[in-house]
Structure formats: C-alpha cells, structure tokens
C-alpha cells in the first residue's frame, strides 16, 4: 500500500494550494480518507475526514481551525483524495500528511491518528509573507 501526498509549496496568508493524495495497493472505496497536519514542535493534528462514499454521499467532518476554509473530496475512479485549501493562514504552516482507515465512522475515534492503518510521507505547506 503506498499514499503519496503532493502539492504542498510557499505561499502568502490569504493564498490558496490544492494539496492531493495518490493511492495504490488499497481497496480505496472502501477507505475513509483523512489529512493530518504537524507543525514545528507541536504533535500531529487532524484536519478532516471524509468518508466512504454512499447512497447520500460521503460523511465530512472538520477540525474547526481548517472548517469553512478547506474542502475536501474523493475521487474512488483514480483512488485518490484532495483536499483545497483557500484563505490559508500563516498557522496553517505544516506538514500534511494524508491517511487511510478501513474503519467506520465513530465519534470518539476519528480524530485519532491510532484509527488510520495508512499514511503518506507527507507534503510541506508553508504559508509566509
């Protein structure tokens, strides 16, 4: 199984980047997909979730610092996953990392990095002026 993130770069506070997440080796469909992120010194958070797909589609869920600015979404026909990123902040400075569970959604667990079988090598987001 191999996640390759890509489309990380320098940008400035109030930029955009579309950061994606190539996948291989997995049963993607059947994967909730996530990104984390983990800026100098600080430990690993979660960004966003977004689940398998469905009749209704796919359950999202936000961290509140990322919610409204970013959108995430899936495409099972390549197996990858994307996440746009726009009215970035300099707090958004970080390495992304995307990630993969075969678990279903439970409230207490999504958040935690333990819940994710899958992880890319990551991608550097830096957002400067």
Same mark, same amino acid.
């Given at each position: 199984?191999?996640l390759?993130?890509s489309g990380?770069?320098?940008v400035?506070?109030g930029?955009?980047l /579309?950061?994606?997440?190539?996948?291989?080796?997995?049963?993607?469909?059947?994967?909730?997909? !996530? +990104?984390?992120?983990?800026? $100098?010194?600080? *430990?690993?958070q979660f960004?966003?979730?977004?689940?398998?797909d469905?009749?209704?589609? !796919? /359950?999202?869920?936000?961290?509140? !610092?990322?919610?409204?600015?970013?959108?995430?979404?899936? #495409? #099972?026909?390549?197996?990858?996953?994307?996440?746009?990123m726009?009215?970035?902040? $300099?707090?958004?400075?970080?390495?992304h990392?995307?990630?993969?569970? $075969?678990?279903?959604?439970?409230? %207490?667990?999504y958040?935690r990095? #333990? *819940?994710? %079988?899958? +992880?890319?090598?990551?991608?550097?987001?830096?957002?400067?002026?």
């Open positions: 199984v191999q390759q993130a990380g770069g320098l400035q506070p930029d955009s /579309r950061l994606s997440c190539a996948t291989s080796g997995l049963a993607f469909s059947n994967y909730a997909m !996530a +990104w984390f992120r983990q800026a $100098p010194g600080k *430990e690993r960004v966003v979730r977004i689940g398998k469905g009749r209704y589609g !796919a /359950r999202i869920d936000y961290a509140d !610092a990322v919610r409204g600015r970013f959108t995430i979404s899936r #495409d #099972d026909s390549d197996n990858s996953v994307h996440l746009q726009n009215s970035l902040f $300099p707090e958004d400075t970080a390495v990392y995307c990630a993969a569970s $075969p678990r279903l959604y439970r409230r %207490d667990r958040k990095q #333990d *819940e994710y %079988d899958y +992880w890319g090598q990551g991608t550097q987001v830096t957002v400067s002026s």
